[in-house]
Structures are given as C-alpha cells and as structure tokens.
C-alpha cells in the first residue's frame, strides 16, 4: 500500500464525515469497486503510463461524472493522475475501517453449509449485537466442508457451533480414549 494512497483515503473519510455525507461515500465506493472488478480491463487502462494523465481522468469524468459524489470522483482522479489505482481496494476498506469505528459497527463473518435466509441474518444481527452492544456488518460465507450449524467470527472471536466441529470433537475423544 502506498502511503499518499493511504493518505488520500484517511484526508477523504475526514471530509465526507465532517459533511455528514461518509455513509454515502461508503456505499459508493462499493458500487466503484463492483464496477472495477466487473470491468477489470478498464482499471488497467486508468493505470496505463502511455495514456495522458489528463485523458486518464478524463475516462474517469466520462464514466461517473454526475453518478457518484464529486469527493469521490476527485479521489479517483488523484489516484490515476499519481499512479495509485491499484490502490483502490485497499483505499475502501481503510476509509470502510474507519466508518465502522466511528459509528460503532463491527464486521462479522458466518459461515454456513447453505446460505441464510435474511431473516436469519437479522436474527442473528440482532443476537450479536446483544453479545457485543455493537452493530455488526455481517457477511454470509458458505463453505459444505461445515456440514450444519455456524461459525461464528467478528472482533477476533471465533464461535463454533457447526457439526463439522462437533464431529471432530467426537473424533478427538474416541481417539484418545484408544489410545
């Protein structure tokens, strides 16, 4: 990561908060990085040296001119005209890391054989933010390997209770009780 690229992130999280427009920003950085990871090709031409600074961000103008804030748009440009749009990513999850420690939210992971339902994931929400007092933003991840169950992980706690664990734990017993 590139220090001015860390830099612009932490200068643009400041603004965007102090206007009272940062979760605006975060959503649109998401829909940015969707749009970079669908069109991969097009974040290779914003990083090519044998294309103008100057025609580099005008592709940028182009394409989300009037569809995203001006702020963002302006540290798109930043990052093309110094060369640091490879840095994108890493750029929204620091400005995300930020607006998750001012307003109080945690990031969580559940990992489960079948996708949840979002009645689950509200239920679940609802259950860690009990735990923990915080809002958690939580993620499904599916993983068969699982078997039933979850496993639980946010704030460098990991809960367990899936029955590819309980399984082990069987396994781990018997195992010991052999030998």
């Given at each position: 990561?590139?220090?001015?690229?860390?830099?612009?992130?932490?200068?643009?999280?400041?603004?965007?908060?102090?206007?009272?427009?940062?979760?605006?920003?975060?959503?649109?950085?998401?829909?940015?990085?969707?749009?970079?990871?669908?069109?991969?090709?097009?974040?290779?031409?914003?990083?090519?040296?044998?294309?103008?600074?100057?025609?580099?961000?005008?592709?940028?103008?182009?394409?989300?001119?009037?569809?995203?804030?001006?702020?963002?748009?302006n540290f798109l440009k930043l990052l093309c005209e110094n060369g640091y749009m490879y840095d994108y990513?890493?750029?929204?999850?620091?400005?995300?890391?930020?607006?998750?420690?001012?307003?109080?939210?945690?990031?969580?992971?559940?990992?489960?054989?079948?996708?949840?339902?979002?009645?689950?994931?509200?239920?679940?929400?609802?259950?860690?933010?009990?735990?923990?007092?915080?809002?958690?933003d939580l993620i499904n991840r599916v993983d068969p390997s699982v078997l039933g169950?979850?496993?639980?992980?946010?704030?460098?706690?990991?809960?367990?209770?899936?029955?590819?664990?309980?399984?082990?734990?069987?396994?781990?017993?018997?195992?010991?009780?052999?030998?």
């Open positions: 990561m590139n220090r001015a690229a860390k830099n612009y992130a932490d200068a643009l999280f400041e603004v965007a908060y102090e206007e009272e427009i940062d979760d605006l920003l975060l959503n649109q950085f998401s829909d940015v990085r969707r749009l970079f990871d669908e069109n991969p090709d097009y974040v290779k031409l914003l990083y090519a040296p044998n294309i103008a600074k100057a025609e580099r961000t005008a592709l940028l103008d182009e394409a989300l001119s009037g569809r995203i804030h001006p702020y963002l748009l990513g890493y750029c929204e999850t620091r400005y995300r890391t930020y607006y998750n420690t001012i307003h109080g939210i945690i990031a969580g992971v559940a990992i489960t054989a079948v996708p949840l339902k979002p009645e689950q994931m509200e239920k679940l929400r609802a259950r860690l933010y009990q735990i923990s007092g915080k809002t958690v169950g979850i496993r639980l992980k946010y704030e460098g706690v990991e809960l367990d209770g899936t029955v590819r664990q309980r399984l082990d734990g069987i396994e781990k017993t018997l195992l010991d009780a052999v030998l």
